[in-house]
């Protein structure tokens, strides 16, 4: 079936950012593009790898399929143009119709294998395309063939937008395949993670002290529950949960059988244990797993769940924008969103935590940003 073609001018998105997928093309450092490009290829060779990504959600909307393949063509087009930009004096680019194009290349029936090796293959070109820009040819113009004028800035701004927007469309899948990774290698992630590092240790020592002996804690991603051990020899109570079937198996297998599959999303998350709201919240190095839209509303759902002055305690990784990464004891592709200190801070305030405490912290590969919050008497919205 066909799709209905796309006929809204973009453009708009050049001046601020986009209110669906959050892409900020004005705030954009050029220098980032090359590897936001690489990192948005990750999603689609992931996503690719899913068993049905070739199955449109609705008869009108793209397959993650389709989409792949516009990317892949997306990078391949831009690229051109910006090499057009870069060699000729003003260039009109040759019209591209994307919707015409899906349909005579017929998208929907690729082979996802050879697709998720071509959109890398088409990222890592154009990223080597913008790794070649320099000074003033960021200024060099080209024309489309509707006559808006771009500069190569702002090609770049357009283009990391356009397949950025689309990861977002197909964001959906992302939370599924870092559960079944999870899933598969629980054992694995559970031995390799066993020992508890210094750090942690601090942590859950300053936490607890910001407590009354006894206080209700609701930990997000207990995973095997190392940190709910420690937390309770510190003198807390934990309630543990995890979006992962087979950790909270692990957990009840192990006498705690409270313990609950709970996604902090969209699961209730009042306590069963009793009729108060919890006195605080350890999430450690899980809510890096949200997806930057989705943070807001956990972060409001977690307030909602706690007293006033609660506390919360959660760790995520600082950087830029999100990838998929197969690393550490986890051997199957897992979805990281990055988050900057400011932008945190930002995402806490509304959502109704006053920010007590940040601290960066450098890991093995990333680094790290450690975060206390306590909940405030007014929620927020
Ligand atoms: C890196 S592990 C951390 C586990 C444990 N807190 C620790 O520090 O060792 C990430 C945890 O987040 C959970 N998780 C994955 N996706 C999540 C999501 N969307 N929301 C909440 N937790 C998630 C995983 O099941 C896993 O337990």
Redesign the pocket.
Known sequence: MPIEPDTKDWTWTLERACPECGFDAPALDLARVPDALRDNATLWEVVLGTDDAAVRPSPHVWSPLEYACHVRDVNRVFAGRVRQMLEDDGPTFANWDQDETAETDDYGSQDPATVAAEVVAAAEEVAQVYEGVGGDQWQRRGTRSNGDVFTVDTLARYHLHDVVHHAHDVSHVT?RV??AS?DAWAQE?AAG?AEMPGS?RDAVASFAARLPAGARVLE????AG??AEALEQAGLSVRRT???PA?VAMLRAAGHDDAAVV???TDDLTDPTRDAPYDGVWA???????RREDLPD?LVRLAGAVRPGGVLRLAVKEGDGARFSTHGHVGAPRHFTFWREDGLRAVLEEAGWEVAEVEHASGERDDWLDVTALRREDRGR
């Not at 997000?220 to 995973?223: D, F």
């Not at 450690?284 to 949200?290: D, I, K």
Request: hydrophobic share 45%.
């Open positions: 939370k870092t559960v999870y992630y993670t942690v997000v991603g207990s995973a190392r940190d995890d979006i992962t950790f996604d902090p999303l450690s190095a899980s809510l890096l797993h949200v956990v």
